[in-house]
């Protein structure tokens, strides 16, 4: 069983400009909790128990804020006896844990900066769970993005990263997945529909072999881009790793997938949820 997941939440959030002056991105809500929420309640119940979360060096954390219990709001809720209301403000259980390591925004950016900070600091040497912080998977009822990649796994030592299925015209806005027998060979950043090598697109829902994580560290750690250069993206370390012999399952799933990184996606991410 994966019992760790890493979960980015840093960065401004510029794109939802100017909500995002106020609200982290990752906190933005849909329906009645926060984007990032949905994600971590569904890694608990594939079994996570320790949560990694990569925050900005801003004061006061609202992701912090979040899970923490509020001991004023439950003596609120006993005195006026709304008791039952107790297990709505409780949103960590008791044997979950969430550690949290900060990002200096002026330092390296990208998606592979958060997940070598963490393997570094805490030393990881076993497959974790990497999901984004402002997009999931919506499937009530049905299996979830975690247990759809670690049910693709058949080994200790592999890897599984998720693909979702859309229209193949709208592929050119995405990086999109090269696949053979099942197992990812590439990713194809924003090819036109005729050149794209299929319709399964990535959105950043991985478990990572204790090989693929130190592939991460090291491309961050031996790549110096300038601040203006070039992004630490993760599939550059993905496509070392699978260049060198490391399996990859492409996990499918028949949930929709929730984007709360735009207003539109925010929006429709409200209307799916809300119904």
């Known amino acids: 069983?994966?019992?760790k997941?890493?979960?980015?939440?840093a960065g401004w959030g510029t794109r939802r400009l100017p909500?995002?002056?106020?609200i982290e991105?990752?906190?933005l809500p849909v329906g009645n909790r926060p984007l990032v929420d949905y994600s971590v309640q569904e890694l608990i119940r594939a079994g996570v128990t320790d949560i990694y979360m990569v925050i900005s060096n801003v004061e006061p954390c609202q992701v912090k804020a979040f899970y923490q219990d509020n001991l004023a709001l439950n003596q609120y809720l006993?005195?006026?006896g709304k008791e039952d209301r107790l297990k709505l403000a409780k949103t960590l259980p008791d044997n979950v844990k969430i550690h949290y390591i900060t990002q200096d925004p002026s330092g390296k950016y990208g998606t592979a900066v958060p997940i070598a900070m963490v393997v570094e600091e805490y030393n990881i040497h076993e497959p974790v769970l990497v999901f984004m912080g402002d997009d999931f998977i919506w499937n009530p009822g049905g299996e979830s993005a975690a247990e759809a990649l670690v049910s693709s796994l058949q080994g200790e030592d592999e890897s599984a990263i998720l693909g979702v299925e859309i229209p193949r015209e709208e592929v050119g806005r995405y990086g999109v997945f090269s696949v053979k027998d099942g197992l990812l060979t590439g990713v194809v950043e924003k090819p036109k529909p005729e050149e794209a090598p299929?319709?399964?697109i990535n959105v950043s829902?991985?478990?990572?072999?204790p090989k693929l994580l130190d592939e991460v560290v090291k491309y961050v750690r031996e790549n110096d881009f300038g601040p203006k250069e070039q992004e630490y993206v993760v599939t550059d370390p993905i496509q070392k790793y699978i260049d060198e012999g490391g399996i990859m399952h492409v996990a499918t799933t028949d949930g929709e997938y929730l984007d709360g990184g735009t207003l539109e996606g925010w929006v429709h991410a409200n209307n799916v949820v809300c119904k």
Do not use: D, F, G
């Open 1 to 3: 069983m994966i019992t």
């Open 5 to 9: 997941a890493i979960i980015p939440v």
């Open 19 to 22: 909500i995002t002056k106020i």
């Open 25 to 27: 991105k990752s906190m």
């Open 78 to 80: 006993v005195e006026r």
């Open 198 to 200: 299929s319709n399964l």
């Open 205 to 209: 829902k991985y478990v990572m072999s």
